[in-house]
């Protein structure tokens, strides 16, 4: 069985549109959600590709 390549990458490919998880790392919280094409469109900083778009 592949290893996941980030930590939660399962979780995360799981997520559907409108889903969002909250992380705690090192006292900071961090609020995640799945983005789609506008999102991509729209932001223009911050951004970082991992693996193959869907």
């Known amino acids: 069985m592949e290893q996941p390549k980030i930590p939660f990458e399962k979780d995360l490919l799981e ?7 909250v992380l705690f790392i090192k ?3 961090f609020v995640v ?3 789609n094409e506008d999102d991509i469109e729209t932001t ?9 778009r869907q």
């Open 15 to 21: 997520m559907n549109i409108g889903d969002e998880m």
């Open 33 to 35: 959600r799945r983005g």
């Open 44 to 52: 223009n900083k911050g951004l970082c590709f991992i693996g193959a």
């Open 27 to 29: 006292g900071r919280i």
